[in-house]
């Protein structure tokens, strides 16, 4: 069978899909443009406190990242802990930590108040060290992780790397067991259903073209302009990620659009299954040009990376298959004659500074920039976001921190420059 050009995880959605609904009301609270987790955790989180809230997401629910990607649920941040600590200090970074442990459990939170069968499970991440250099690194970062967050990540040398990965061309590994894996289209269906059974409205294609500030007998509303007509809203939350557009061009000029692949084999035997990844943790190595990797609970090997870093098109997803697959048979030769099933890419949402943020531009909510960690990050943004809307105090430890725009070739919809990018990472991974 020829490779399906498709997202795995799609196939695997049996549930109804998310009934639509149907009369756009005039006005409300707040309106949400884009229906991923930032979006649909927030809308979840306002209407459970009575707030009318109303989601318009361009595509179907779930389209953009949330139900394309690893299913990767990750401690940390993008950037290693020392370079956190020189840039914004000690004790906000120690805030930032304890908020990307707490994402963690909010996903599994409410994967069980709302009962989403997305096969949450807490099986913890193996970071896989590509060099020598990387794994002597491991020890002191580890050790800094425990003094400075009071969190544990254990070291595994490469004696002992084979009890968590059926590979021979890594140097060891760093284990974190709080780290998780879920299926993530079926995670992003069950929001939606969550957020339309707490009473928000949710509209698909439908995209908001334009979103504007008018004041009448002062008071100061937003008028959102949607395909299917226009809404008044006393607040709006910007949640379009990587898939951010010209209607809201101060965000867009934030956002950087990294295009990530991944492949997904045929179903392995169970023996083959438990030799690649005995304990089925989520793994991805310590390039910058990285790779990351695991098994799909029906016991497919799922493999990532930036095969090209252009965003997805027909085109980058077929190059993509090869470069994928070679790069799935470098680290394990065992999957040499293993059949390639589907091929998918997405658009990751990075910003300059590879940080998160969060709060308010142009006058609206937002959060952007989780980067490969938007499966827990947005879902806790999303839903911190509603809690400030709704009054209570913004303890997000990502708002406030300084934004950078990005140079201009970088931006969302100018894509030109991104193999530049792609060049860059490839030179770091040679040099460090
Ligand atoms: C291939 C891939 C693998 C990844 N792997 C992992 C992983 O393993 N673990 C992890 O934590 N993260 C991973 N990520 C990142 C993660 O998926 C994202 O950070 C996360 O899904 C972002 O969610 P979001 O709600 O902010 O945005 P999205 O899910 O991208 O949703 C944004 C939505 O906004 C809509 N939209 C945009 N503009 C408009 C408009 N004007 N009007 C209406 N709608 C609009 C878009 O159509 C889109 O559906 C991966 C991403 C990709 C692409």
Not at 204 to 224: C, L, M, Y
Request: net charge positive.
């Amino acid at each position: 069978m020829p490779i399906q050009e498709k997202n795995f995880w799609s196939t695997t959605l049996d549930s109804p899909a998310v009934p639509v609904s149907k009369e756009l009301p005039d006005s409300v609270d707040v309106a949400v443009v884009g229906a991923g987790y930032c979006g649909l955790s927030a809308a979840r989180t306002l209407a459970k406190r009575g707030v009318k809230v109303a989601v318009f997401e361009a595509e179907t629910f779930g389209w953009g990242a949330s139900s394309r990607n690893g299913g990767m649920v990750l401690t940390g941040m993008k950037l290693p802990v020392p370079t956190l600590i020189n840039r914004y200090g000690k004790d906000v970074v120690r805030k930032m930590y304890a908020a990307s442990l707490e994402t963690i459990d909010f996903v599994e939170q409410i994967v069980s108040e709302e009962k989403i069968d997305c096969n949450f499970s807490r099986c913890g991440h193996l970071e896989v060290a590509c060099k020598q250099g990387h794994f002597d690194g491991y020890e002191e970062s580890a050790a800094l992780v425990k003094r400075e967050f009071n969190h544990e990540l254990r070291i595994v040398s490469k004696n002992e790397l084979l009890g968590e990965i059926g590979s021979n061309i890594y140097f060891g590994g760093m284990v974190d067991e709080t780290s998780a894996g879920l299926n993530p289209a079926r995670y992003v269906a069950g929001l939606a259903h969550a957020a339309q059974r707490a009473g928000a409205f949710l509209f698909d294609r439908t995209p908001v073209i334009s979103v504007e500030q008018e004041t009448k007998n002062g008071a100061r509303k937003f008028r959102v302009q949607t395909s299917r007509g226009p809404v008044t809203a006393r607040e709006v939350i910007l949640a379009s990620g990587a898939y951010t557009t010209k209607a809201t061009p101060a965000l867009r000029k934030k956002i950087i659009p990294i295009g990530s692949y991944i492949i997904a084999t045929e179903i392995l035997s169970n023996h083959l299954a438990r030799e690649l990844s005995p304990r089925n943790r989520m793994i991805y190595d310590s390039k910058h040009f990285l790779y990351y990797y695991r098994l799909t609970p029906d016991k497919r090997m799922l493999f990532g990376g930036r095969a090209a870093f252009f965003p997805e098109t027909e085109n980058t997803v077929r190059q993509s298959a090869e470069i994928l697959r070679r790069g799935m048979i470098d680290v394990y030769p065992q999957l040499r004659d293993t059949k390639v099933e589907f091929v998918w890419g997405g658009t990751l949402d990075f910003t300059l500074d590879v940080m998160p943020h969060a709060g308010k531009i142009d006058g609206m909510y937002f959060a952007a920039g989780f980067a490969g960690h938007g499966v827990a990050a947005a879902t806790w943004f999303g839903s911190k976001l509603a809690g400030v809307i709704c009054g209570e105090p913004n303890d997000i430890p990502f708002d406030g921190i300084k934004f950078p725009s990005a140079p201009f070739g970088l931006r969302s919809g100018n894509s030109w420059a991104l193999p530049l990018a792609g060049a860059w990472y490839k030179i770091l991974d040679f040099f460090t």
